[in-house]
């Protein structure tokens, strides 16, 4: 009975051509847009956190580290790259004026290869390995009134000079974290006594940073280490926000699509109330017709997601590789310091859901259309024909 239901149903699809073509493009314009909209949504994502970790923090970060922990140890599995610094507070001074910072000693060459801070120069130039530099945040060159080639000297006690650098430039992110309190010289500059070391590691992509840090507590114990998501609670808030927001929508918008189908099913009962009358006159149960309604739901919304799923891929794949420039509107955003093109990228999440949510919605969608079916009588059908 239900193989012969389910031919039934092919049929009944297959006869009303016009209004399946309507439905049919319906579900498949949503399900693609949905598909490559989560795809972007995913490319936004990967966006604010290569920009934020890849400016200066890195995917994992640690201060106060022990000082004899190297490089080598650090490079585990799925990193890409570990810097180390060294970084104490002093006191910078110029024609009476002084303003504190935490000054940190780099090896400008890893830097420059690992980090897009250098990018954000607005005078001078990048330090050089070697040189005797400093390299100054726009504000607190301003509140020092300095200007690159200025010599400025430093001090990390009250009353002990520590030396005198050059300004070589001057940079300007928009992160007050980055723009306030913090200047940099190469690590050969850098007071030889004091100091902590800190580490910045980069990992590969697709990486978990909850990964690295087990394999750091495997090897090191309880470590300063932390990964992005906990110094930079803000921008995993956002991300979180982003999904839950992507979801929001494809509710609404399956919601929409349910209602349009329900409403052209029961069209199409009303077209053929007399079939479902002698139908139901022969002896069909209501699970049946159930079933015949389910079915015939089911096969529209399966075939035309699935259409809907490859061209949302296909759109996504065309845009992975050149990306899509946002930089006009993200120009002033933070977590678009460094770049505003965005790459959409497939992920279980934007691949299934759409499709998934389509099927499940458009089986609500037959729920209308049944109870019209089930609640009627055969001999109401047949009499009011």
Not at 48 to 56: C, D, K
Request: with cysteine; net charge positive; proline share 6%.
């Amino acid at each position: 009975m239900f193989a012969f239901l389910t031919r039934l149903a092919v049929l009944y699809v297959w006869r009303s051509r016009r209004s399946t073509a309507v439905l049919g493009v319906m579900v498949l314009s949503a399900v693609a847009a949905l598909v490559f909209l989560s795809s972007l949504a995913m490319g936004t994502n990967d966006a604010m956190i290569r920009n934020s970790v890849g400016l200066f923090s890195g995917h994992i970060a640690g201060d106060h580290l022990p000082p004899e922990w190297n490089r080598k140890q650090l490079e585990v599995p799925g990193v890409q790259a570990v810097l180390l610094r060294r970084s104490m507070p002093v006191r910078l001074w110029r024609q009476g004026l002084v303003e504190p910072v935490l000054l940190f000693g780099i090896r400008p060459d890893e830097e420059k290869a690992h980090t897009f801070l250098w990018k954000k120069t607005v005078s001078g130039r990048y330090p050089r390995p070697g040189e005797s530099v400093l390299y100054l945040s726009e504000a607190t060159a301003q509140r020092l009134k300095a200007r690159v080639g200025d010599s400025i000297r430093f001090d990390i006690q009250p009353g002990v000079p520590g030396g005198t650098l050059t300004l070589c430039g001057i940079y300007r992110t928009g992160i007050s974290a980055l723009d306030q309190g913090m200047a940099f010289c190469p690590v050969a500059a850098f007071p030889a006594s004091g100091g902590s070391l800190s580490a910045a590691v980069f990992l590969d992509d697709g990486v978990d940073p909850k990964t690295v840090l087990a394999l750091y507590r495997a090897r090191f114990g309880p470590s300063p280490l932390k990964a992005w998501t906990e110094f930079m609670p803000d921008l995993k808030q956002l991300i979180d926000l982003n999904f839950v927001s992507m979801g929001i929508v494809m509710l609404l918008v399956f919601g929409v699509v349910a209602l349009g189908i329900s409403c052209a099913f029961v069209i199409f009962i009303l077209k053929n109330l007399r079939e479902h009358g002698i139908m139901k006159a022969m002896g069909v149960l209501p699970s049946e017709t159930a079933y015949l309604l389910a079915a015939q739901v089911g096969m529209l919304t399966l075939l035309a997601s699935a259409a809907g799923t490859a061209l949302g891929a296909l759109a996504t794949a065309s845009f992975a590789r050149i990306g899509i420039d946002l930089t006009s509107l993200t120009s002033h955003n933070p977590y678009f310091a460094v770049s505003g093109i965005i790459y959409p990228r497939l992920t279980a999440y934007s691949l299934c859901l759409p499709p998934l949510l389509a099927v499940v919605f458009g089986q609500l969608a037959a729920v209308w259309p049944l109870i019209f079916v089930v609640r009627a009588r055969a001999a109401d059908i047949l009499r009011s024909i």
